[in-house]
């Protein structure tokens, strides 16, 4: 049997569905645990992994503390040694004791550096560079872990990664696809580099890979996707995977890092600008393996979406009907309802730890993620679960009235208005609630933008059951129309229907 940690990030949530498609056994492991993931605390050096090891023939350990080059890490070196070091050889400690034959360390390419001359790929033999604190970290763990190999039976196989995208991503590759299916014209034409990246299931194949292949033993394998595209290359490919439109206008990338430098972007335009290549000949001679998935495949699953159809004027006429409404019933609302946000501010500020508002992560159209906000109604700390997976003894007092009325979702107001949300749609669900995703998936739904109410909502069906959730969200997207989106603000205003409600 096999052992993942860190299984509800973002790795994690791709290499279960790879697993259970190829009929392996696994156990899966989180801090928290919930949704079938067995929960181990903390992870640093002193976590207890006896009761997940139990049975357990290999390990693929991707629990970490990553840094986050767009909302910026709160991590510092002490906390990344915590975790990314002294939590990783503990784990490996206990794993070989335990009888465990093979460990898969899925380590990062900043162990390597963090850019490349271009032409001059990063390979597994080359001497590691790292120039941050979590790129050091990761190579005093993999160290570690070749040291303990070296006196015990267990095998350690490393693999660098590179940047990952697929369905759930965050961060600088998000924010790379918000730019270019804006629509707006970007200062990026003259940018000659070349960036390596990997689609999840890329990934998670060379993981399963690794896991079993009798040459993978005491390697260090470089992992990518097979084309290594330049800046204006990929935003024109994700530009094509969204069907959206995109010009890029000539401007010295020079000027752009200076930008960079004096906004405090230095790292994150860095990556637009400077190359960081990865070489994967070593790891496909030895394992025989190649990345199932081309780029532009990749793109379009991690988008949610092939290259859209064509759509007929009357639609493109009412999506456009939609939206202008949205923008101005929303800017309405956050005008005329400013003096009840500010006394709803108030008091949740003072009746809350963690301030008046509470950020989520959300699965957004075509699924982009995107940062949802609402009126905070739980105890700060409280695990980041689906409603209907949440208990009543985590709602504050102050919550149970906001949520009652649900003035909670006013702040959503903003999420509209930036259009990422419509006033009405399919509710937005986590990254981690993979059956959801999937069972909208399935049925187009995420083509329309996620809504603060929606038929589903008004029916009363939650996200503890998917199917029929879907199949509620894929008939709106069928009869949507702005008739049909009044009647249910109404609903929604007059009290029908409760949604996502919390268990007992």
Same mark, same amino acid.
Request: hydrophobic share 45%; charged share 20%; aromatic share 6%.
């Given at each position: 049997?096999?052992?993942?940690?860190?299984?509800?990030?973002?790795?994690?949530?791709?290499?279960?569905?790879?697993?259970?498609?190829?009929?392996?056994?696994?156990?899966?492991?989180?801090?928290?645990?919930?949704?079938?993931?067995?929960?181990?605390?903390?992870?640093?050096?002193?976590?207890?992994?006896?009761?997940?090891?139990?049975?357990?023939?290999?390990?693929?350990?991707?629990?970490?503390?990553?840094?986050?080059?767009?909302?910026?890490?709160?991590?510092?070196?002490?906390?990344?040694?915590?975790?990314?070091?002294?939590?990783?050889?503990?784990?490996?400690?206990?794993?070989?004791?335990?009888?465990?034959?093979?460990?898969?360390f899925v380590s990062s390419i900043k162990v390597n550096?963090?850019?490349?001359?271009?032409?001059?790929?990063?390979?597994?033999?080359?001497?590691?560079?790292?120039?941050?604190?979590?790129?050091?970290?990761?190579?005093?763990?993999?160290?570690?872990?070749?040291?303990?190999?070296?006196?015990t039976e267990m095998d350690v196989v490393t693999i660098?990664?590179?940047?990952?995208?697929?369905?759930?991503?965050?961060?600088?590759?998000?924010?790379?696809?918000?730019?270019?299916?804006?629509?707006?014209?970007?200062?990026?034409?003259?940018?000659?580099?070349?960036?390596?990246?990997?689609?999840?299931?890329?990934?998670?194949?060379?993981?399963?890979?690794?896991?079993?292949?009798?040459?993978?033993?005491?390697?260090?394998?470089?992992?990518?996707?097979? !084309? #290594?595209?330049? =800046?204006?290359? &990929?935003?024109?490919? @994700?530009?094509? %995977?969204?069907?959206?439109?995109?010009? /890029?206008?000539?401007?010295?990338?020079?000027?752009?890092?200076?930008?960079?430098?004096?906004?405090?972007?230095?790292?994150?335009?860095?990556?637009?600008?400077?190359?960081?290549?990865?070489?994967?000949?070593?790891?496909?001679?030895?394992?025989?393996?190649?990345?199932?998935?081309?780029?532009?495949?990749?793109?379009?699953?991690?988008?949610?979406?092939?290259?859209?159809? !064509? #759509?007929?004027? =009357?639609?493109? &006429?009412?999506?456009? @009907?939609?939206? %202008?409404?949205?923008?101005?019933?929303? /800017?309405?609302?956050?005008?005329?309802?400013?003096?009840?946000?500010?006394?709803?501010?108030?008091?949740?500020?003072?009746?809350?730890?963690?301030?008046?508002?509470?950020?989520?992560?959300?699965?957004?159209?075509?699924?982009?993620?995107?940062?949802?906000?609402?009126?905070?109604?739980?105890?700060?700390?409280?695990?980041?679960?689906?409603?209907?997976?949440?208990?009543?003894?985590?709602?504050?007092?102050?919550?149970?009235?906001?949520?009652a009325y649900k003035l909670d979702e006013l702040p959503?107001?903003?999420?509209?208005?930036?259009?990422?949300?419509?006033?009405?749609?399919?509710?937005?669900?986590?990254?981690?609630?993979?059956?959801?995703?999937?069972?909208?998936?399935?049925?187009?739904?995420?083509?329309?933008?996620?809504?603060?109410?929606?038929?589903?909502?008004?029916?009363?069906?939650?996200?503890?059951?998917?199917?029929?959730?879907?199949?509620?969200?894929?008939?709106?997207?069928?009869?949507?129309?702005?008739?049909?989106?009044?009647?249910?603000?109404?609903?929604?205003?007059?009290?029908?229907?409760?949604?996502?409600?919390?268990?007992?």
């Open positions: 049997m096999l052992l993942i940690t860190g299984a509800s990030g973002f790795v994690g949530q791709g290499l279960m569905p790879t697993l259970q498609h190829r009929d392996i056994l696994f156990r899966a492991t989180s801090r928290h645990g919930g949704d079938g993931l067995v929960a181990v605390g903390d992870i640093d050096g002193r976590t207890d992994w006896s009761a997940a090891l139990a049975g357990i023939d290999t390990v693929v350990h991707l629990a970490a503390v990553n840094q986050n080059v767009v909302e910026g890490s709160p991590a510092v070196l002490a906390e990344y040694r915590s975790v990314n070091v002294e939590g990783t050889l503990n784990l490996a400690r206990q794993a070989a004791a335990a009888g465990v034959k093979r460990f898969v550096g963090e850019a490349t001359a271009k032409g001059k790929p990063f390979r597994n033999t080359d001497a590691p560079a790292p120039e941050t604190d979590y790129g050091r970290t990761k190579l005093e763990a993999e160290q570690g872990l070749q040291a303990l190999s070296d006196v660098r990664s590179p940047l990952v995208y697929g369905p759930g991503m965050r961060g600088s590759f998000q924010a790379l696809v918000r730019l270019a299916t804006r629509g707006v014209p970007l200062p990026f034409a003259s940018i000659d580099n070349r960036r390596s990246m990997v689609y999840l299931e890329n990934l998670t194949d060379l993981i399963v890979t690794a896991a079993s292949h009798t040459n993978a033993a005491g390697g260090t394998f470089m992992v990518a996707d097979a !084309k #290594t595209p330049s =800046t204006p290359e &990929l935003i024109r490919l @994700i530009a094509s %995977a969204t069907g959206s439109s995109t010009l /890029l206008l000539p401007f010295p990338p020079a000027l752009l890092e200076l930008a960079g430098g004096l906004t405090g972007k230095r790292e994150l335009v860095n990556r637009l600008t400077r190359s960081l290549e990865v070489d994967i000949a070593e790891t496909s001679r030895r394992l025989g393996w190649t990345p199932p998935f081309e780029m532009r495949e990749g793109l379009s699953r991690a988008l949610g979406t092939t290259r859209p159809q !064509k #759509t007929d004027m =009357t639609s493109t &006429l009412n999506q456009g @009907i939609k939206r %202008a409404f949205d923008f101005c019933a929303a /800017l309405a609302g956050l005008i005329v309802l400013s003096p009840v946000l500010l006394v709803l501010t108030l008091m949740v500020r003072r009746s809350s730890a963690g301030g008046a508002f509470f950020q989520q992560l959300r699965v957004g159209r075509n699924e982009v993620p995107f940062t949802c906000l609402k009126f905070r109604t739980m105890a700060a700390g409280t695990p980041d679960v689906g409603s209907h997976d949440a208990a009543e003894a985590w709602i504050t007092p102050i919550g149970k009235t906001l949520r959503q107001l903003v999420n509209v208005l930036k259009g990422e949300m419509s006033l009405v749609g399919p509710r937005p669900c986590l990254p981690t609630q993979l059956d959801v995703i999937a069972a909208r998936r399935a049925k187009g739904v995420f083509t329309v933008r996620p809504g603060i109410t929606g038929l589903a909502q008004i029916a009363g069906i939650d996200m503890s059951t998917p199917e029929k959730l879907a199949a509620a969200d894929a008939e709106y997207v069928k009869t949507a129309s702005l008739w049909h989106d009044i009647a249910m603000i109404l609903g929604s205003v007059m009290g029908k229907g409760k949604g996502d409600a919390v268990r007992k």
